[in-house]
């Protein structure tokens, strides 16, 4: 294997050399095979049109030519309808009605026709130029709901030109077999709509450990890799390519050897995970007897079985936000309860934590219309924007308070900053139940309410908010982000991402030191939960419950039953004291070589 190295030199199209690429691992596993390359925003086209002159012969045939396109979109917006309709089931497909609007508009066509003729230009030039006058007046309209709409006619205009110039577009929802995706970007909508049954792994340049396209990936088991610098420009489509999404390494034009390592690799790997899967009965307790709840982070209802076949106790974070992406209207009560109910039902009595919309950040929703934000992550986000529009909230708190009659369900509320969002929240909540009450609709009365520790402030004032509600799960991914002033989805600062930096371990120190005073238990639901490295320091800090992806459950379980609470807590303590990230992690990860090396290098298998 050889190494990609500073100097990286001009792409060398002709010798496919086997080159190495690091990144960051988002999502385990390994992937060999054929790599799609998905280029930036075909929208650029649009743009970039050249104007050229055509003579009076060639009208017609570039009149011919761009009828041939728009009809051709026309057809491909159908079928993307369609699919998306029966891929979401109830979900209406009517995101895609502003793109017919555009296909099907004489107008707009008649324009384009016209200035073919008048102005003796391609079809192209034509069609961009009048795209483009189109695209400046609504993104110059005050409503941002229509503002937004910008974006959609761009996205058919490139459509169409793609279409015109036989360009292949990318079909993130249909692939044309097994692939390695490859992007500069994935958003987390992108990412949700890949074909899984087709998508091998993917790889990106941007993005971090904890953003949500790679908590997608983990979800999906795609084997993936974000924050690889330099790296789209050197990979053509169709290159070979190996993706360890242990170590984050992209491997391009792998010889024969490295395949056959890397086969044997996935192979004991496999074989550590059957181990793991037969030990899904043995209780998640310490060598000293104290008894740690292992629960499963869910994005989607379908994946529900996985929660079951790794043995989780219960589900810790079901992230309902993705049931509002992807899609032009908001999901009514109905939909909502059906989703919770089978979520509620399918945990047989164990208890699953709903948590309400946490929309905005990175995850954007058309069917709330999108908006711009100078730093969208200190934005409306989550509570923030539930509060703007309680009606969202209202419906949502329905949906999950008659679910819970079906199971053991909790509500769970995000990005809580203060005591009066806080409040607001309750009192909303209590609203919701009076109406249920007064419409004699059967609710869980007596249903958990917890609240999410990911803003420095909260937990600042836990001891406050404590008395108040059941429970307490800490959001490491944005505690961390938000205490270190450190974009969770940078790649660039993503070596200042430091879980383990005495000021988070403080605020989670807090945290359970005010939970335990009020008689609340705290739970972990960030991505360090399912991260043997900081799992020791978390247990000691005593935290009770660890909520994660389910592949990672099995090991977590070993972990645990190789540890003692007494060590934990003395690496908790050593951690705290600490006065470096490296430093207190250095500690836990000396015990654990000792305790489970196995564990500790899975990576390395
Ligand atoms: C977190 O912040 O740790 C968390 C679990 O929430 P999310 O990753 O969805 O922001
Ligand atoms: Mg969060």
């Not at 960051?24 to 596993?29: D, E, L, N, T, V």
């Not at 044997?264 to 899904?280: D, G, P």
């Not at 961390?480 to 790649?491: F, G, K, S």
Request: charged share 25%.
């Amino acid at each position: 294997m050889k190494n990609s190295g500073a100097k990286a030199g001009p792409p060398d199209k002709t010798v496919k050399r086997e080159i190495l690429f690091h990144g960051i691992p988002a999502s385990p596993g390994i992937a060999i095979g054929t790599v799609m390359l998905i280029a930036d925003s075909h929208r650029d086209l649009v743009r970039d049109v050249k104007t050229a002159r055509i003579t009076p012969e060639q009208v017609e045939p570039e009149i011919t030519l761009f009828r041939q396109a728009v009809d051709r979109t026309r057809e491909e917006i159908k079928e993307l309808r369609t699919r998306v309709q029966s891929s979401l089931e109830s979900h209406e497909a009517n995101i895609f009605d502003a793109h017919f609007l555009i296909v099907d508009d004489k107008m707009l066509m008649n324009e384009v026709c016209s200035s073919v003729t008048k102005k003796l230009i391609p079809a192209d030039a034509a069609f961009s130029q009048t795209m483009q006058k189109y695209i400046a007046a609504i993104s110059a309209v005050p409503d941002p709901y229509l503002r937004e709409r910008a974006a959609d006619v761009q996205d058919v205009a490139a459509r169409i030109l793609s279409n015109l110039y036989g360009l292949e577009r990318p079909k993130l929802d249909h692939l044309p077999g097994p692939r390695i995706i490859i992007a500069r970007d994935l958003t987390p909508s992108d990412t949700a709509l890949l074909d899984r049954s087709n998508v091998l792994a993917f790889a990106t340049e941007s993005g971090s450990k904890t953003s949500h396209s790679a908590i997608l990936a983990r979800s999906m088991r795609i084997p993936a890799i974000v924050g690889m610098s330099h790296f789209v420009e050197r990979i053509e489509d169709g290159d070979r390519m190996i993706i360890d999404g242990f170590l984050g390494i992209a491997i391009l034009n792998p010889e024969k050897q490295t395949v056959e390592l890397y086969e044997q690799k996935e192979n004991r790997k496999a074989k550590l995970y059957n181990e793991l899967l037969r030990e899904t009965q043995l209780q998640s307790e310490t060598t000293d007897g104290y008894r740690i709840h292992l629960a499963a982070n869910v994005e989607n209802a379908d994946t529900l079985e996985d929660v079951k076949k790794y043995g989780a106790s219960g589900i810790g974070l079901f992230r309902t936000e993705y049931l509002y992406m992807n899609r032009a209207t908001l999901p009514d009560e109905e939909e909502q309860f059906e989703v919770y109910r089978k979520v509620a039902t399918a945990m047989d009595g164990q208890p699953a934590i709903i948590r309400t919309l946490d929309i905005g950040g990175d995850k954007l929703s058309e069917a709330l219309g999108s908006y711009h934000e100078q730093n969208p992550f200190l934005g409306l986000r989550a509570v923030r924007l539930c509060l703007e529009k309680p009606e969202i909230l209202k419906t949502q708190m329905r949906a999950i308070l008659r679910a819970g009659v079906f199971g053991k369900i909790r509500m769970m509320f995000p990005m809580v900053s203060c005591m009066d969002e806080l409040n607001k929240l309750l009192k909303l909540l209590e609203e919701v139940r009076s109406d249920l009450k007064n419409t004699n609709t059967k609710f869980d009365g007596s249903m958990d309410i917890g609240l999410m520790i990911e803003i420095p402030s909260a937990a600042l004032i836990a001891d406050k908010l404590a008395k108040k509600v059941d429970f307490f799960s800490i959001g490491t991914n944005d505690l961390v982000q938000y205490t270190l002033a450190v974009d969770r989805n940078n790649e660039r600062v993503a070596h200042l991402y430091a879980p383990t930096n005495p000021a988070v371990l403080e605020l989670i120190w807090r945290t359970v030191d005010a939970a335990e005073r009020n008689g609340i238990w705290v739970g972990v639901c960030g991505e360090v939960a399912g991260d043997p490295r900081y799992v020791p320091i978390l247990i000691g800090l005593g935290v009770k419950e660890l909520s994660m992806s389910p592949l990672s459950i099995g090991h977590i379980r070993r972990l645990i039953r190789n540890v003692s609470m007494y060590d934990a807590e003395r690496l908790a303590e050593q951690a705290l004291a600490a006065e470096t990230a490296e430093e207190a992690l250095a500690c836990s990860m000396e015990y654990l070589q000792k305790k489970v090396p196995e564990v500790l290098h899975q990576h390395e298998l």
